[in-house]
């Protein structure tokens, strides 16, 4: 019913910066929030950051004032600017939309690996 496709994810250096995008094939609008999560080799999935269709903005502490989520909602994308990367940061992060439809969708995940 939804589709995610996240791309931009790769390998960079600690202290670089990398912007992922998640591209839905529904208007953003008609899905409340929008969301970015990650999960780390060994460790549970964490939410990273939201962003509702009003533009209200959240962020878990250990990315806040580094990363930044925003929407370009004429191309129904969502982005994630990831500025002063750390090896901590390193996981497969996944875009979330939901609820629409009385459901969640996941896109399918992008690698990023911080190290030198």
């Known amino acids: 019913q939804v589709q995610l496709v996240e791309s931009g994810g790769g390998l960079v250096q600690p202290g670089g910066s990398l912007r992922l995008s998640c591209a839905a094939s529904?208007?953003?609008?008609?899905?409340?929030?929008m969301a970015w999560h990650r999960q780390a080799p060994g460790k549970q999935r964490e939410l990273v950051a939201t962003?509702?269709?009003?533009?209200?903005?959240n962020y878990a502490d250990s990315v806040k004032g580094r990363f930044t989520i925003s929407r370009d909602n004429a191309k129904n994308t969502v982005n994630l600017q990831m500025n002063s990367l750390k090896p901590e940061d390193t996981a497969v992060y996944y875009c979330?939309?939901?609820?629409?439809?009385?459901?969640?969708?996941w896109g399918q995940g992008t690698q990023v690996t911080v190290s030198s």
């Open positions: 979330h939309a939901g609820p629409y439809g009385l459901k969640n969708y």
């Open positions: 529904v208007s953003i609008f008609s899905i409340y929030v």
């Open positions: 962003i509702t269709n009003g533009g209200s903005t």
